[in-house]
């Protein structure tokens, strides 16, 4: 077996993790990061790596990080955080190595497809199981459709899970739009695609919900653009959107969709009244803004963040998030109050080399997934996490490297 083959094997283990065991990902990347080394794909490393602009703000946004641990009081908060971001630092020194020379771009996502499935039957395979079987009628619906191989093994956040398989979606979509005319790839994509977005829907998380719209918008659009068919897209995103509307009234997500409604409509609010998920975030962005003020230029350090946001909680009197080391929940925010207005622009320029480079070259993949990774970004801390981050910094990187090899997306 070729040295390539065992790091591609290596690769595809580290793709397993995602959804299966992401604390093994470290190892196995670092297991393809070293077999690499023995390949001899590094002497394209000037054309692939120093060439590349994207790799480059990211490992910039990196070492911002690091020197904020200059000024970081909590050393051991700060390390930790440094941790989590290393595949900033460490994914573009060699993935573009592999992406141009070393592996077939249609078979990551062929093969992250297939993990997918895979999850998702193991999913409801558990729920019904549990409901069926034990008689267990579950309380959460997303935690029963979250499979994992033992009780000690945490469950993945709904809000990841369900990025995962918007960006499925995205791409089954777009294969869809490509094969348009082959009826039965189009019958087995259009029921791949109505499957996952039930499972979206399924997953209870307003963002998810916004994401799963955002996906839809832009597959349609392509496909009146690329056929011309304007009123035919419109009238399938008008009942795509009457069907997910009646979803929505029928599931707890109308619940949540009302409770942030009366969260941001209540003229009588006080921070104890900021109990649900959208009324504990809007505390979370004005006691964000307020550190930012104080620390504009810096930042407090990226070990101090939480440390400086739990002491304004108590301030204000928030008692019931002041002592779980929240972050923003807004990643702009997080990033500007912990390393200043040098982060946040190392930040921006990453999105916005994505936006420009997608644009440019006419990535429609890696436009949906750019505007998606975006757009969660105003409602969670998607690169605080290590299943955040290393999903955008693997598929960022794969993305702007797929027109390489397939043309037409």
């Known amino acids: 077996m070729k040295l390539t083959q065992i790091r591609n094997?290596?690769?595809?283990?580290?793709?397993?993790?995602?959804?299966?065991?992401?604390?093994?990902?470290?190892?196995?990347?670092?297991?393809?990061?070293?077999?690499?080394?023995?390949?001899?794909?590094?002497?394209?490393?000037?054309?692939?790596?120093?060439?590349?602009?994207?790799?480059?703000?990211?490992?910039?946004?990196?070492?911002?990080?690091?020197?904020?641990?200059?000024?970081?009081?909590?050393?051991?908060?700060?390390?930790?955080?440094?941790?989590?971001?290393?595949?900033?630092?460490?994914?573009?020194?060699?993935?573009?190595?592999?992406?141009?020379?070393?592996?077939?771009?249609?078979?990551?996502?062929?093969f992250f497809n297939l993990i997918a499935l895979v999850y998702i039957l193991l999913s409801l395979g558990n729920y019904f199981y549990n409901f069926f079987v034990l008689g267990n009628i579950p309380i959460n619906i997303v935690d029963n459709l979250n499979f994992k191989f033992s009780s000690e093994a945490r469950n993945l956040h709904p809000t990841y899970v369900s990025f995962y398989l918007l960006t499925i979606i995205l791409y089954n979509g777009n294969e869809l739009l490509n094969n348009i005319h082959n009826r039965r790839k189009t019958i087995f994509s259009i029921a791949g695609i109505l499957s996952l977005s039930m499972l979206v829907l399924?997953?209870?998380?307003?963002?998810?919900?916004?994401?799963?719209?955002?996906?839809?918008?832009?597959?349609?659009?392509?496909?009146?653009?690329?056929?011309?068919?304007?009123?035919?897209?419109?009238?399938?995103?008008?009942?795509?959107?009457?069907?997910?509307?009646?979803?929505?009234?029928?599931?707890?997500?109308?619940?949540?969709?009302?409770?942030?409604?009366?969260?941001?409509?209540?003229?009588?609010?006080?921070?104890?009244?900021?109990?649900?998920?959208?009324?504990?975030?809007?505390?979370?962005?004005?006691?964000?803004?307020?550190?930012?003020?104080?620390?504009?230029?810096?930042?407090?350090?990226?070990?101090?963040?939480?440390?400086?946001?739990?002491?304004?909680?108590?301030?204000?009197?928030?008692?019931?998030?002041?002592?779980?080391?929240?972050?923003?929940?807004?990643?702009?925010?997080?990033?500007f109050a912990a390393t200043g207005l040098f982060g946040f622009l190392s930040l921006l320029s990453m999105f916005l080399l994505l936006f420009y480079d997608s644009i440019k070259n006419r990535k429609f993949l890696l436009f949906g997934f750019t505007l998606l990774y975006f757009i969660f970004g105003f409602t969670e801390s998607m690169l605080e996490t290590q299943a955040g981050l290393v999903f955008f910094t693997f598929f960022a990187l794969y993305l702007s490297y797929y027109n390489q090899v397939k043309k037409s997306i």
Not at 39 to 66: A, P
Request: positive net charge; charged residues 15%.
């Open 9 to 110: 094997i290596f690769l595809y283990l580290f793709l397993v993790c995602f959804f299966f065991y992401p604390r093994f990902q470290t190892g196995f990347i670092a297991l393809a990061f070293f077999t690499t080394f023995f390949t001899g794909e590094f002497l394209n490393f000037k054309q692939t790596v120093l060439k590349n602009k994207l790799g480059l703000s990211m490992m910039l946004f990196f070492i911002i990080h690091v020197l904020s641990m200059l000024w970081t009081e909590n050393q051991i908060g700060g390390w930790r955080s440094i941790e989590s971001k290393f595949s900033l630092i460490a994914f573009p020194l060699f993935l573009p190595v592999i992406f141009y020379n070393g592996i077939k771009m249609e078979s990551v996502f062929k």
């Open 202 to 335: 399924f997953l209870s998380s307003k963002v998810a919900f916004i994401g799963l719209f955002i996906v839809i918008f832009l597959l349609l659009g392509k496909y009146a653009r690329q056929n011309g068919k304007i009123k035919q897209a419109l009238l399938l995103f008008i009942l795509f959107l009457g069907v997910a509307l009646i979803g929505i009234y029928k599931s707890n997500l109308r619940i949540k969709f009302e409770q942030t409604y009366e969260e941001l409509t209540n003229t009588n609010r006080t921070n104890k009244s900021y109990v649900q998920s959208t009324g504990a975030r809007i505390w979370f962005w004005k006691t964000t803004t307020e550190v930012i003020k104080e620390n504009p230029i810096l930042g407090v350090g990226t070990g101090d963040i939480r440390d400086e946001l739990s002491k304004k909680y108590q301030e204000k009197g928030i008692i019931y998030i002041q002592d779980k080391g929240m972050d923003s929940h807004q990643q702009y925010l997080q990033t």
